[in-house]
């Protein structure tokens, strides 16, 4: 790979994660670095094409990367770990009740505080895979559980609050099917910046394979391996669900598809891919806006200069 696609692909890294006012670690842009057709780049040359100061407007804070009028997110980054890190304990509580249920394959957390970006007022959000035929069933089991408990969002209090809103079947695994147009930086870095906290047997590795097509845009990209400080909890395999299980979930999924909010009824009938509502898949973001940050991404890398001088 020539110097000015590697200065591309470290800047279109950048310039996505200052839209949420996170400033990159070398390790951290080596792993996000934005490739073409799969081309990968040795972490040795991101760090030559770093400090060889052969970008433009980028500036280093020690030990982070950011655009040169961006020097205070460094603040925010470090600010919102620690916000995270109590969000974090409150989730892995929630994570160990969520795994009682035999229904479920794995849990992670997603979005900000996936990649320990949350701030105070951020809710805890989860990313659930279920058996095949128990999708409903186990939404609605989760969903009473954090009731009960007092942890679903409430309007004008959702700070730490446990939102459900993404469910899929582990014969589903591939989330390709949900891109938008062209390419999706979004959907693209939030499969690699989940927190996996729970799953049985090799789900998340059969996850990241389904899901291998990310690479064509994250050529470094490596999965999800455990660490010595990884708080995931392996549980152990449930056998496939009996003839009432896949009876009682068909009767929930009618049950609770006519007490859908209505916003979520009218966007589901539609083509978009902000809601979902199948036996396989419900996805509820009627606030999804992968369009708006796809275009802040594109707005900056224009204004970070992508020419290598």
Known sequence: MDKKNEASGIIKALAYFDIFSFPLQKTEIYKWFFGINNESVSYLNIVDTLDGQNLT???????????????????NRETNYRVSATKMRRACRVSYLLSII???EGIAVCNSLGYQNAREESDIDFFIITQSSTLWLTRFVAVLFMSLLGLR???????NS???SFFITKDKLNLETITIEDVDPYLVYWITQMTILFGRGKIWQDFWVANNWIKNYLPNSFGYIPTENWVYYQGRQRRAPIFITRLVNKALEKFQQNRLPENIKSLSGKEGKEVIVSSSMLKFHTNDRRQKYKLDWQNNITKFDLINQ
């Open 102 to 104: 035999p229904w479920i």
């Open 162 to 164: 446990v939102c459900l």
């Open 153 to 159: 969002p409430k309007e004008g209090a959702t700070a």
């Open 57 to 75: 407007n980028i500036e280093k804070v020690q030990p982070f990367f950011v655009s040169g009028s961006r020097s205070k997110t460094v603040q």
